[in-house]
């Protein structure tokens, strides 16, 4: 019995932290909040009945933040001369209980920037968890209890999504508010996210009203079908095919940007678990970054826009 909720605890963990398949260093450790003097408060305001304050670990040679109440923005600007005008609002994963801030959060925006394209880490509002790390392990281990199903996509990702969605769309408002400071094309800002950030991404390009992002990323989040409006962006996709939560799930998703007549891209790569990320893997998962940049590249986001 023992053994088995071990075994509980390693697969929560997995899912809401994000983590890369066989990654060392599995031990959360407490770690004080790091310095974040580029962040900007958004005007979402606190969480709704939140009661535990935000805290951070470390984990996988990387950092997580958990029970995040106020959401905040983090520029990642491109050097002098090399901006091209593009944007992108990156969306870290952890299924709505954790954000992966580093491995799909800094380290991928910084990646954007020496492409010279602007980009800006959402730290949004997260579901609150038992501030202790044991306490949260339990918790996350309850979620996968013996009989419990695993959580489904929400019929209204609106409502579900709320906070999250809100935290969004003030991101995208806030940017296009400041484009001119940060050398952005109001017109060219996209969305990238990793797991839970990838639902967040999806629900923002389809229910996030005035958001509207130009393009989107989804990076190991769900494939599920669903309805795509003749306006929605160009959607850039990459899974591993052994990514125990969604690999196995179909790639329905594919087949409705499609079916719309909308352009899609979709890596399926051999190996890489779930929560790759920017982790160096001897696996081809590494090299979605690169392939995303082409991707980009290819829809002209990494040269200035052509005059009118």
Same mark, same amino acid.
């Given at each position: 019995m ?6 509980l605890v390693?697969l929560?963990?997995a899912c809401?932290?994000a983590a ?11 770690i =004080? ?9 958004l005007?979402t305001?606190?969480? *709704?009945g939140a009661?535990?304050?935000?805290s ?9 933040a958990?029970?995040v109440t +106020?959401? =905040?923005?983090t520029?990642? #600007?491109?050097?002098a001369?090399?901006?091209? @005008?593009?944007a992108?609002? !990156?969306a870290?994963?952890g299924?709505?209980r954790?954000?992966?801030m580093e491995n799909?959060g800094?380290? !991928?925006a910084q990646?954007l920037?020496?492409?010279g394209?602007a980009?800006f !880490?959402l730290?949004?509002? #997260? ?7 044991p306490?949260?392990?339990r918790a996350?281990?309850e ?6 199903k695993?959580p489904t996509?929400?019929q209204d990702?609106a409502a579900a999504?709320?906070?999250q969605i809100a935290?969004a769309?003030?991101?995208?408002a806030?940017?296009r ?15 990238? @996210?990793?797991?839970a950030?990838?639902?967040l991404?999806?629900?923002t ?5 005035d958001a ?8 190991y989040g ?5 309805? !795509?409006?003749a306006d929605?962006? *160009? ?9 125990p939560?969604?690999?196995? =799930?179909?790639y329905n998703?594919i ?6 007549r909308?352009? +899609?891209?979709?890596?399926?790569f051999?190996? @890489?678990?779930h929560?790759f @990320?920017?982790y160096?893997?001897t696996t =081809?998962?590494t ?7 082409r991707?980009?590249?290819?829809h002209?986001? #990494?040269?200035p826009?052509?005059s009118n």
């Amino acid at each position: 019995m023992k053994n088995r909720k071990a075994g509980l605890v390693t697969l929560a963990l997995a899912c809401m932290m994000a983590a890369p398949a066989m990654a060392q260093n599995d031990k959360m450790t407490p770690i =004080t909040t790091p310095a974040q003097p580029a962040a900007i408060t958004l005007d979402t305001g606190a969480l *709704p009945g939140a009661t535990v304050q935000e805290s951070w670990h470390s984990q996988y040679n990387s950092v997580f933040a958990r029970n995040v109440t +106020v959401a =905040t923005l983090t520029p990642f #600007l491109p050097a002098a001369g090399k901006a091209s @005008g593009a944007a992108v609002i !990156v969306a870290p994963g952890g299924g709505f209980r954790t954000l992966s801030m580093e491995n799909e959060g800094w380290q !991928v925006a910084q990646a954007l920037a020496d492409k010279g394209v602007a980009a800006f !880490v959402l730290k949004y509002r #997260l579901n609150q968890t038992p501030a202790d790390i044991p306490g949260f392990e339990r918790a996350m281990a309850e979620i996968f209890s013996a009989g419990a199903k695993r959580p489904t996509a929400p019929q209204d990702p609106a409502a579900a999504y709320a906070p999250q969605i809100a935290d969004a769309r003030a991101a995208f408002a806030l940017v296009r508010a400041r484009a001119r400071e940060w050398h952005v094309d109001p017109h060219r800002i996209g969305m990238l @996210g990793f797991s839970a950030g990838a639902m967040l991404t999806m629900a923002t390009a389809l229910h996030g009203q005035d958001a509207k992002p130009a393009f989107i990323g989804n990076i190991y989040g769900p494939l599920a079908a669903m309805k !795509v409006p003749a306006d929605a962006p *160009p959607l850039f996709i990459a899974l591993a095919a052994d990514d125990p939560f969604f690999g196995n =799930t179909g790639y329905n998703l594919i087949d409705s940007w499609r079916s719309a007549r909308r352009p +899609v891209e979709f890596h399926l790569f051999e190996q @890489g678990g779930h929560g790759f @990320g920017m982790y160096r893997k001897t696996t =081809t998962s590494t090299g979605w970054f690169d392939s995303y940049a082409r991707w980009l590249d290819m829809h002209g986001y #990494l040269q200035p826009a052509a005059s009118n």
